[in-house]
């Protein structure tokens, strides 16, 4: 009897010892759920109450983000267009100092697209130009000071040297003139070597907007006949004359080449500003506005021009 009661005694507790070890596992289970959901639930309501903000607000927020912004080069340059607008929100003051950094370190960012695999990056040096052109209006400035006496040489030339002054090329916006002048002079000569449809030149890019340095440079300059180029090599020997009277360290020739090109007035101005146009006529300045948004240098196209006599 004993033994038979003890059995079912036997089977009792250990029945009652699994049902407690069951309760326990359930128990922790629950606890270590209720402990990551509630990390999980705080994370959320952190989240929601603080959204995430936009993506310039962050790259854009101070000088330094905008120089390694720029320094990193873009697809599109849309970027460029996103730093200008962020500027536009910010204190006069902070605009000034923001500028007045892309100016110091503009010779440091890359011309070209430092991601050799990648042919349409945007260079960090276009998207300064795109940035500076967007903010400063250079095309307005010149207008003003047009409209308040000043030739258009003379509004020229103190836009230009401010910027040379900034970005620290070396050089002056009297030495552009003298290449100008150099190339009028000239092309009556070549115009009687060829013998053909009436010569015109434009000069634009960097070194006339002032932002070049004679070490690294080149000149770019658009001719509407191929035979010219022959006349490359002593275009660049007279343009180092006239720089190396011109400037107070002697500069070799090789230092500043003439890049030439096919392209129009307005594919210069699509970045910055002055464009010389020189005809048999004369020589003519044309003053761009910034061009419409765009992904890629072809997308940039120029909305406005104002064209002035330059003499």
Not at 29 to 41: D, G, N, Q, Y
Not at 153 to 181: C, H, M, P, R, T
Request: include cysteine; aromatic fraction near 8%.
């Amino acid at each position: 009897m004993r033994t038979a009661q003890q059995g079912p005694n036997i089977r009792m507790n250990k029945t009652t010892t699994e049902g407690r070890s069951r309760f326990s596992s359930v128990y922790l289970l629950a606890t270590a759920f209720a402990l990551l959901v509630t990390p999980l639930e705080l994370l959320a309501a952190k989240t929601a109450a603080k959204p995430r903000a936009p993506f310039c607000k962050y790259v854009f927020s101070d000088e330094s983000a905008i120089y390694k912004t720029l320094k990193s080069g873009s697809d599109t340059y849309q970027t460029a267009d996103s730093i200008a607008k962020n500027l536009q929100k910010v204190s006069a003051k902070k605009r000034s100092e923001t500028i007045e950094e892309i100016f110091v370190r503009y010779r440091k960012l890359p011309k070209k697209n430092v991601i050799p695999t990648q042919i349409a990056r945007v260079g960090g040096r276009r998207l300064a130009d795109r940035v500076l052109t967007l903010t400063l209006r250079y095309d307005l400035e010149f207008a003003t000071r047009v409209s308040s006496g000043s030739s258009p040489k003379e509004a020229f030339k103190a836009i230009v040297n401010d910027q040379i002054a900034k970005v620290g090329g070396g050089y002056s916006a009297d030495l552009i003139a003298d290449i100008i002048e150099m190339l009028r002079t000239d092309l009556p000569k070549k115009q009687a070597e060829l013998n053909g449809y009436p010569l015109k030149f434009f000069v634009g890019g960097s070194f006339v907007n002032g932002k070049a340095d004679l070490a690294d440079s080149d000149l770019d300059l658009s001719i509407n006949n191929a035979s010219l180029v022959r006349a490359n090599d002593e275009w660049e020997a007279k343009v180092a004359e006239i720089l190396r009277k011109g400037v107070s360290t002697p500069r070799p020739a090789s230092n500043l080449k003439i890049e030439l090109h096919g392209e129009p007035a307005s594919f210069y101005g699509a970045l910055n500003p002055f464009v010389f146009e020189i005809t048999q006529a004369g020589v003519k300045l044309h003053v761009y506005g910034p061009a419409s948004p765009g992904e890629t240098r072809s997308d940039l196209e120029a909305r406005s021009v104002e064209i002035y006599p330059w003499d």
